[in-house]
């Protein structure tokens, strides 16, 4: 089910760059959006009861210009804070 974001350049999720790193932003507009979000969020609602969420920096940022370039992106990690990119097909 994937809800990502897609670059009109690659094809790729796009990937951009905010407050806890390198990041791929959800289309909340896609029709499997809902599905996804329950599908996460639902484990936890069943080990932590809640009656709301606050989805901390849901507005448009992206600390890139564009896309971020693997290069781009790690610019800003400290060397021993790389991110493992590779857990995101």
């Known amino acids: ?25 959800p289309d ?15 484990p936890l609602q069943e080990s932590l009861k809640y009656s709301g969420l606050w ?11 564009n896309e971020c370039t693997d290069k781009e992106a790690l610019k800003y990690q400290d060397i021993d804070d790389k991110p493992d990119l590779d857990y995101i097909n």
């Open 28 to 42: 909340f507009f896609h029709p499997n959006a809902l599905e996804y979000m329950q599908e996460v969020l639902d």
């Open 1 to 25: 089910m994937d809800i990502f974001c897609r670059s009109p350049n690659t094809g790729k999720r796009l990937k951009g760059r905010v407050w806890p790193g390198v990041s791929y932003f």
């Open 55 to 65: 989805i901390d920096m849901n507005e448009p940022s992206n600390f890139c210009d």
